[in-house]
């Protein structure tokens, strides 16, 4: 009865969006800026929704997330036009679609590819959004039941482990990033005992450090940076005939897509990962499962389906530990998070008991957003590809107003964009030097949840770490954290190497024995 109650508030949520004419008109429009923000190559979605949330500051929650999940699932797609067509993935998370996608471009069948992914990614949206709304209500019961500390080790844990997955050579360069991000958090008074930290005597740091210019800066002043020095030379799009997909294709391919979908959702909800990781892991896992993986890098209908379907089936699952637990899964998530303080809303698990139906509503919008984008994609892709045609000197210096515009908006304060532009000249060197940004913005994000209830639990316990061992929750987080930092010694991996190598011998030596 519960179930029957919850699909019938939910499909009269979507009836509710989708009567509204200005809904519509501002779903349309955040999912075309999307796909134009996604298929600009050094562009990405959590840029889209960096800027528009400044933009969104008067608006009410409803529209406000109707607007940066539309441009947030409208960007994860567009990335796909440029990877197609001209061999330059438009973010990170289209970079794996680029594989085979350019080379089905090169045969002629670009136009089919677009309509197949266009299609793909709106089903593993679907998808997320079934998860969405059925494992919700789990794990904020098992919410419920955290303390103190258990928030902490679980904010700890989503910094720690974004460190990890996210370092494209040493771990603990993602785990500098991380704590770097865990002390700009400190910065000013603290809000138990609103003692100043960090301030050296600055009245603007007393309230903290704004999230919303730290994340513009450091996801858009490098790479704007990045593809200014870079000069890409965008030269004729490949052509492409006809888009709309073959029916019959797409039912063959549903275990795949299905396949994808699990995988997309599945990295989504673990903190700090992101898109462009489900795709390249969606892409090995078809690559394994097909019967002939000699296909794949030479122009795959598979690889292009199983990447588009797992990247946007990460956004779905981005929202689980977002709204569940207040912990973003993905960048443009910690962007949302940043939108959702803004509009009054603290993500974790009291959302259901202050907003009731907003997990309802996220679904919603994000069913709304993949329709809106499947549209979008098949009727104005030949025009959305001639964005791709702006010369980038012209382009990226606008996105760079629309950087600071976007940081001075936030409160009308001058003192914001002070602080965007020595975080983003920072975030370009860090990236130069192999450290990864995403560990930065998450420490930034979590910094205060860590923080505020390390402190509360320590005053609790009058200065004791016992509780941690005592509870169950607790000590499974902290093993957790242990685990993933002693699994990346050099000594433990290496005799995790010669252990595995021993049991692959000692199996291989069975199946050889005589009969």
Request: proline share 6%; net charge neutral.
């Amino acid at each position: 009865m519960i179930i029957l109650e919850r699909i019938g508030s939910y499909f009269q949520i979507v009836l509710q969006l989708a009567a509204d004419p200005f809904n519509l008109a501002i779903l349309f429009g955040s999912v075309l800026l999307g796909i134009i923000f996604g298929a600009m190559p050094g562009l990405t979605s959590t840029l889209g929704v960096a800027l528009l949330t400044a933009l969104t500051y008067g608006m009410d929650t409803a529209t406000a997330m109707l607007c940066l999940l539309a441009i947030y699932v409208g960007g994860t797609y567009g990335g796909s036009y440029a990877s197609i067509l001209i061999n330059i993935p438009g973010t990170a998370a289209s970079a794996a679609t680029a594989l085979d996608g350019y080379p089905l471009a090169c045969k002629g069948e670009g136009g089919r590819a677009i309509g197949l992914t266009t299609t793909s990614s709106a089903i593993g949206t679907l998808i997320s959004m079934l998860f969405v709304v059925s494992i919700s209500p789990i794990i904020s019961y098992f919410a419920l039941q955290f303390t103190s500390f258990e928030f902490f080790l679980l904010a700890f844990f989503g910094i720690l482990i974004s460190g990890t997955l996210t370092s494209p050579d040493l771990v603990i360069k993602g785990w500098i990033a991380g704590f770097l991000g865990l002390f700009l958090a400190c910065v000013g008074r603290d809000r138990l005992q609103f003692f100043p930290r960090f301030t050296f005597g600055l009245a603007d740091l007393d309230g903290g450090i704004e999230v919303v210019p730290v994340l513009i800066g450091a996801f858009g002043i490098p790479q704007i940076i990045q593809v200014l020095k870079d000069r890409f030379q965008i030269g004729e799009t490949q052509k492409f005939q006809r888009i709309l997909p073959e029916f019959g294709t797409i039912v063959r391919n549903v275990p795949k897509i299905i396949r994808s979908a699990l995988i997309g959702v599945g990295i989504g909800a673990v903190p700090g990962i992101g898109e462009d990781i489900a795709a390249w892991v969606s892409y090995g896992a078809a690559k394994n499962a097909s019967k002939h993986p000699e296909r794949f890098g030479k122009g795959e209908y598979t690889a292009v389906l199983a990447t588009e379907t797992a990247n946007n089936a990460c956004v779905g699952g981005a929202m689980i530990p977002l709204l569940n637990l207040g912990i973003p899964g993905s960048p443009p998530a910690a962007m949302l998070l940043g939108a959702l303080m803004l509009h009054g809303v603290t993500p974790g698990p009291m959302i259901t008991f202050e907003h009731p139906a907003f997990i309802l509503e996220v679904a919603a919008i994000l069913l709304l957003a993949s329709c809106a984008m499947w549209v979008a994609g098949m009727l104005l892709a030949r025009q959305v590809v001639k964005v791709l045609r702006i010369p980038t000197p012209i382009f990226m210096p606008i996105i760079g107003v629309l950087c600071m515009i976007g940081s001075y908006a936030l409160g009308i304060n001058i003192f914001n964009l002070y602080l965007m532009l020595p975080v983003g000249i920072i975030s370009y060197f860090l990236t130069e030097m192999g450290y990864p940004i995403a560990p930065l913005v998450i420490g930034v994000i979590l910094g205060p949840m860590a923080d505020e209830n390390l402190r509360r639990a320590l005053m609790v316990s009058q200065g004791s770490f016992l509780p941690i061992f005592t509870r169950p929750v607790s000590l499974i987080l902290f093993l957790i954290i242990v685990w993933t930092v002693v699994s990346q010694f050099p000594l433990f991996r290496g005799f995790k190497n010669k252990l595995f190598d021993k049991v692959l011998r000692r199996k291989a030596g069975e199946s050889e024995a005589p009969l």
